[in-house]
């Protein structure tokens, strides 16, 4: 019989138990290369995630080989075959939360399912992501500032003084008055 999750928005997606689901039926699974091997009635125990709704019409199968072909992360996909298993998602700490999350997506797994112990290194790593965007972005607005010919920044003006003597009235009033200052040294 298929288990129930401590979470409770997800229990409503737990199948009935299914009485004409062989326990014993083996799926094999080839990801990026590696091989696992679960049963069919644990990978029914989430049955909205991809790996859930697995079917020999699906484009993965490979009926030459008996098995499901994904070109994706093996180290998530462990994570993703345990949570069938056993109800918990737990990540790997040496994935990154972007890696992650692009699995989840693809697996139809919800972040939700995520275990508590990993749900705050993951939620800081997305949280640091956000920030470090904005920052780019800001930046990325300064920097278009600095270069816009129209209203150069104080940097550049204070450059263009010092280098162009000829470039400004002020340019020209600092290199006469720098002159002076050198020639009464």
């Known amino acids: 019989m298929p288990f129930l999750t401590s979470r409770d928005q997800h229990s409503s997606e737990l199948p ?37 709704k697995l079917s020999k019409s699906d484009p993965s199968y490979d009926p030459k080989n008996d098995e499901y072909f994904f070109d994706r992360n093996p180290k998530i996909v ?29 697996w139809n ?20 992501l956000k920030i470090a965007a904005i920052i780019d972005q800001q930046m990325g607005q300064n920097e278009s ?16 003084t010092m280098e162009q003597p000829s470039h400004s009235f002020n340019a020209k009033v600092g290199t006469v008055i720098s002159l002076e200052y050198f020639v009464r040294a």
């Not at 299914?18 to 069919?40: A, M, P, Q, Y």
């Not at 462990?78 to 972007?98: E, F």
């Not at 797994?109 to 640091?128: F, G, H, M, R």
């Open 109 to 128: 797994v919800p972040e939700d399912y995520i275990a508590e112990c990993c749900w705050k290194t993951y939620s800081l790593q997305n949280q640091d």
């Open 78 to 106: 462990q994570c993703i075959l345990d949570l069938h298993r056993t109800g918990d998602l737990h990540l790997p700490g040496n994935v990154c939360s972007t890696g992650v999350k692009a699995e989840l997506e693809f």
């Open 16 to 52: 009935v138990t299914d009485l004409t689901v062989d326990t014993t039926e083996r799926v094999t699974l080839n990801i990026g290369g590696k091989r696992f091997v679960t049963s069919k009635f644990s990978l029914l125990n989430i049955p909205t995630t991809k790996l859930g």
């Open 145 to 160: 500032q600095e270069t816009n010919p129209s209203k150069p920044s104080i940097r550049e003006k204070l450059w263009l």
